[in-house]
């Protein structure tokens, strides 16, 4: 004779209990663990500034220096101002400009300076600055030493220049400042002069 296993009611509540506990469980436990991947970070965008083509500066200079332009005058100091532009080729640059100066001694014996030119400059390093220029001086000359009469008169001579300083950053608007000593030489009336300036300038940059 068949036999029926029946369960009681309480055997049947426990049974439901235990297998709200583990059916749970079960489905965490067939599920496939998940692992972070992390992401390798975007490389860094580096802003680079595009250098200039081309460029400008100008500046006031302080000069010393001998006055072939009079007989046996003594050598005198000048003030002037000057002005450049040019293109660039790498940390080059070519170009052109112009000096206006008065030397010598103001009311008794002096020279009005106009010296255009062409130029090459380059910055070396973290700022030094070397430059070079040639070109023509025209020189008006002024003498009223000769019993109170006034003496004017003209020259035209070559010259050659050197220059040596520091550039570096300035401001957003006059980019660069720069000071240099320029020694120079000028051949007058077949004779050498030699002339030697400080000069502070700023600008777009060389």
């Known amino acids: 004779m068949a036999t029926i296993n029946r369960r009681s009611p309480r055997a049947r509540l426990a049974a439901l209990a235990l297998g709200g506990l583990v059916a749970p469980w079960a489905a965490q436990a067939d599920e496939a ?10 490389p860094p965008v580096v802003l680079r500034a595009i250098p200039p083509r081309f460029s400008w500066d ?3 200079q302080v000069s010393y220096g001998m006055l072939e332009q009079f007989d046996a005058a003594a050598p005198w100091m000048g003030f002037g101002f000057r002005a450049g532009w040019g293109r660039h080729f790498g940390n080059h640059r ?5 000096i206006v100066s008065i030397e010598g001694q ?5 020279a009005n300076v106009l010296e255009p030119y062409a130029a090459w400059d380059t910055i070396v390093g973290k700022g030094l600055y070397l430059g070079a220029s040639i070109g023509p001086m025209l020189s008006l000359n002024v003498d009223t030493q000769d019993r109170g009469k006034t003496t004017v008169s003209f020259d ?3 010259f050659v220049a050197f220059r040596i300083g520091y550039s ?3 401001s957003v ?3 660069r400042f720069w000071v240099a000593v320029e020694p120079k030489l000028r051949i007058i009336d077949g004779r050498p002069s030699f002339v030697g300036a400080v000069v502070l300038g700023t600008g777009a940059g060389k």
């Not at 070519?94 to 112009?98: I, K, P, S, W």
């Open 33 to 42: 663990p998940t692992v972070a991947v992390e992401e390798a970070p975007p």
């Open 58 to 60: 100008v500046g006031l």
């Open 94 to 98: 070519v170009g052109a400009g112009g």
């Open 106 to 110: 103001v009311g008794v014996e002096w």
């Open 156 to 158: 035209a001579a070559p």
């Open 168 to 170: 570096g950053a300035f």
């Open 173 to 175: 608007v006059a980019k």
